[in-house]
C-alpha cells in the first residue's frame, strides 16, 4: 500500500534517482503492483477505470512481451505475489491515494494470467507468506537484484541495489531510473521510523509535527511551496505532501544520528498499540518472508510441505488464512459455500490434531457480515460434502471437487444428480471442470435473466476456444463415422479442425464485443461474481491434487463480449429466439451450434 503521495513528492520535488539500465542485472518483481501499475497505464494514466480490457489482451499485448523480454536480457527474474496477511497491522494503515482506488482495482483474474504467462516461459514465481514487499526485499538483498515494483514502501527498505518504479522504466530499452534509501538518511532505523509516521494511523498529523520542530530553512521552504502551488490542486494531497516536506526537513535536521523512538510510541495511551508501532518499525529494519513457525488457530505447527506449496504457487493461500485466522475475504455468501467443505476439513484437523473440541468460531469475512455459524451450516450439509477421512484418503478425487460445487443444490431425487455426475464424467476434461463452474452458478444466481448471460459465458468459451486460435490442418472431422453423437466428448483441437481460418474470422466479426464498462452496475457484479467462481473452483481442484484440467481465463472469460452480449439480449425473455440469432451469428456451423446445444442443455437442464 504504501505511505499516501510519498511517490507524487519524490518524483515531483526531490527527484533524486539515478540512471540504471536492467540488462544482465537480477530482478525482483512485485507481481501485485504490477497488476495495479498495468491497469493504470492502460487506463491513461488514470486511476479510475473507463475501458474493459479482455484477459487475452492482456495477456498477448502487455504481460507476454514484457516478460518474454526480461527474460531475454535480464540475468534472472522472480515474480513475488501477495498472499496472506499473518501480521495484524492493516487496519492501521492509511489509504493510499495514489494507486489503489476502488475504481482502479485489477481484473479479479489478472493474476491468474501472468502465472499463466510465466509458466510458459518458465520463469521463477513466489506467492509470499504475508504483503510481497516484504518477501521481495528479502529475496533482493539475497540475490543482489533491483526491485522493479509500484508501491511507496520500497522507499523505505534497506536496500543493496535499490527500487525502480514501473512508471521510470522504458520496457522497450530496459533503462529507467534506480531509487536509493541511502538518499534520504543513512541511518535505516530513521527510515524505518519515517515509514511508521507517515504510513500509519498511530499518530496524527498534528502531534507528530509538535514534536519534530526544527530551526526552518526559508529558501527550501520558498522553492517547496512554489513546487505545491504549481503541482497540487487536491486539498487532501496538498496536506499530505506538506507533513512528508516537514517530516523529511526534520530527518535532515538529525543528520544520520539514530533517533529515539520512544518519545513517538509514549504518546500512544494503549499499550497494545505502542507494541503494534515497535511490531511495525520491525517490518522495515527486519523484514521476513513468515515462512518459519506458522500456527494455527488451535496452536499446531503448519507443515513445511503446506508452506511450500502455497509459496510455490500450488495451492492457495487461503488454505493457510483458514488455518491461521479462520478468515475468508469475500463478497458474496455462495462464494462461502463452494469454499465451505475445505473450511470443514481444515478446521476438523486442527481441534482433532489439538485434541479439543471448542468450536466457538465464526469466519472474518471482508465485505460480507455472515447472517450464521459455519459450523451450524457444515452440520446442515454434512451427509453431502466430503470430510477429513475423505481428504485423507485421496481416493475419488474428482467426486470431491464435484461434491463441493453441487451440495447445495436442490435436486428432485439421488438418481437426477447421479445422473450428473455420469454426464460429467463422460465429458471431455477441455470442458468439464468449466461446465461443472457455470453449472452451479446458473442452479444459484439470482439474476433476473440467467439464461442471457449464460448464452453469453458459452460464447465466450467457444470464441476463444474455437474462433480465437486457428487450426490450418482444416479437415471433415464432422463427416467421420466414428465421431461420437455428442461432442462434448471430444476434445477441442480435434473439433476445431474443422473450421478454417477464414471461417473463424468471418464469424469472430458478427459477434458483439465491446470495450466500454457496462452503465449497467447489475451486469458488471454478476460477471465479477463468476469469475469469483472460477477462482474459487481452482482453489478446490488444488486442495484435492488437481484432478481436472483447469483452463487459464484468457481460454475461458472474453468479458468485452461477455459484457457487449448482455447489454444487447438483455431484454430478450425466449431462448428459441435468441438461440436462432446465435446460430445465424454461428453461420449456422454445426461443429459451434452442436456444441452450443450441448452445452447449454447440459447446464440449464
Avoid at 502531534?207 to 522553492?223: A, V, Y
Avoid at 476456444?465 to 486457428?470: G, V
Avoid at 481460454?555 to 447489454?567: N, T
Wanted: net charge positive.
Amino acid at each position: 500500500m504504501g505511505v499516501p503521495f510519498f511517490t507524487t513528492y519524490v518524483d515531483g520535488y526531490l527527484n533524486i534517482y539515478v540512471p540504471i539500465e536492467l540488462t544482465g542485472k537480477n530482478i525482483i518483481i512485485d507481481g501485485t503492483s504490477l497488476c495495479y501499475e498495468m491497469c493504470r497505464q492502460i487506463n491513461g494514466g488514470k486511476n479510475t477505470a473507463h475501458r474493459s480490457i479482455d484477459y487475452n489482451e492482456y495477456k498477448r499485448e502487455y504481460f507476454r512481451p514484457l516478460f518474454h523480454l526480461l527474460k531475454e536480457k535480464c540475468k534472472s527474474i522472480v515474480v513475488v505475489f501477495d498472499g496472506i496477511v499473518t501480521k495484524k497491522r492493516d487496519y492501521l494503515r492509511k489509504i493510499d491515494y495514489q494507486i489503489r482506488t476502488e475504481n482502479n482495482k485489477p481484473p479479479i483474474l489478472l493474476i491468474n494470467v501472468i502465472k499463466s504467462v510465466l509458466n510458459e516461459l518458465n520463469i521463477r514465481y513466489q506467492v509470499a507468506i504475508g504483503e510481497g514487499d516484504e518477501t521481495c526485499v528479502v529475496l533482493a538483498n539475497k540475490e543482489d537484484a533491483f526491485i522493479l515494483a509500484s508501491d511507496s514502501d520500497y522507499y523505505f527498505h534497506n536496500l543493496k541495489k535499490g527500487y525502480i518504479p514501473f512508471k521510470h522504466l522504458d520496457t522497450g530499452s530496459l533503462k529507467g531510473k534506480v531509487y536509493h534509501a541511502f538518499k534520504l538518511s543513512k541511518n535505516i532505523h530513521n527510515l524505518a521510523l519515517l515509514a511508521v509516521l507517515q504510513g500509519y494511523n498511530f499518530l496524527d498529523h498534528e502531534t507528530i509535527q509538535c514534536h519534530i520542530k526544527c530551526p526552518g530553512n526559508l529558501e527550501k521552504e520558498n522553492k517547496f511551496n512554489q513546487w505545491l502551488e504549481q503541482n497540487c490542486f487536491d486539498e487532501t494531497a496538498c496536506s499530505h505532501l506538506k507533513f512528508i516536506f516537514c517530516v523529511l526537513q526534520w530527518l535532515e535536521f538529525t543528520g544520520n544520528i539514530q533517533i529515539d523512538t520512544s518519545r513517538f510510541y509514549q504518546l500512544i495511551s494503549k499499550k497494545r498499540i505502542r507494541a503494534e508501532f515497535q511490531a511495525t518499525m520491525q517490518i522495515y529494519l527486519n523484514p521476513t518472508t513468515g515462512h518459519d513457525g506458522l500456527l494455527t488457530k488451535c496452536d499446531n505447527r503448519i507443515s513445511k510441505k503446506a508452506v511450500k506449496l502455497v509459496s510455490s504457487g500450488k495451492l492457495d493461500p487461503i488454505v493457510i488464512d483458514i488455518l491461521v485466522n479462520r478468515r475468508f475475504f469475500i463478497s458474496n455468501q455462495n462464494h462461502i459455500e463452494v469454499l465451505l467443505p475445505i473450511f470443514g476439513i481444515l478446521v476438523e484437523w486442527d481441534l482433532k490434531k489439538a485434541n479439543t473440541v471448542d468450536r466457538d468460531y465464526n469466519v472474518i469475512s471482508k465485505n460480507l457480515t455472515l447472517k450464521y455459524n459455519l459450523f451450524d451450516k457444515l452440520k446442515e450439509y454434512s451427509s453431502n460434502i466430503p470430510k477429513l477421512k475423505d481428504a485423507e484418503r485421496m481416493k475419488n478425487l474428482k467426486s470431491h471437487v464435484f461434491r463441493c460445487l453441487t451440495y447445495t443444490i436442490k435436486f428432485q431425487d439421488k438418481s437426477k444428480k447421479r445422473k450428473l455426475y455420469n454426464q460429467h464424467h463422460h465429458i471431455h476434461k477441455d470442458y468439464r471442470l468449466w461446465l461443472l463452474m457455470i453449472y452451479h452458478w446458473y442452479k444459484t444466481t439470482t439474476i433476473s435473466y440467467p439464461f442471457v448471460y449464460l448464452c453469453a459465458f458459452i460464447i465466450s468459451f467457444l470464441k476463444l476456444n474455437f474462433l480465437d486460435t486457428y487450426d490450418y490442418n482444416h479437415n471433415s472431422i464432422l463427416d467421420n463415422d466414428n465421431l461420437s453423437s455428442s461432442f462434448l466428448r471430444h476434445s477441442v483441437q480435434l473439433l476445431k479442425t474443422s473450421l478454417s481460418h477464414s471461417e473463424c474470422r468471418h464469424i469472430r466479426q458478427k459477434i458483439p464485443s465491446d470495450n466500454h464498462v457496462p452503465k449497467d452496475s447489475e451486469i458488471i457484479i454478476e460477471v465479477q461474481n463468476v469469475e469469483q467462481l472460477y477462482q474459487n473452483t481452482i482453489i478446490l481442484n488444488e486442495f484435492f491434487k488437481q484432478p481436472y484440467t483447469v483452463l487459464p481465463p484468457q481460454a475461458v472469460f472474453s468479458i468485452d463480449l461477455i459484457y457487449a452480449f448482455v447489454e444487447k439480449f438483455k431484454n430478450e425473455n425466449k431462448i428459441q429466439t435468441t438461440k436462432k440469432k446465435i446460430f445465424k451469428m454461428f453461420s449456422q456451423k454445426e461443429v459451434l451450434c452442436r456444441l452450443f446445444d450441448e452445452i447449454y442443455s447440459f447446464i440449464a437442464n
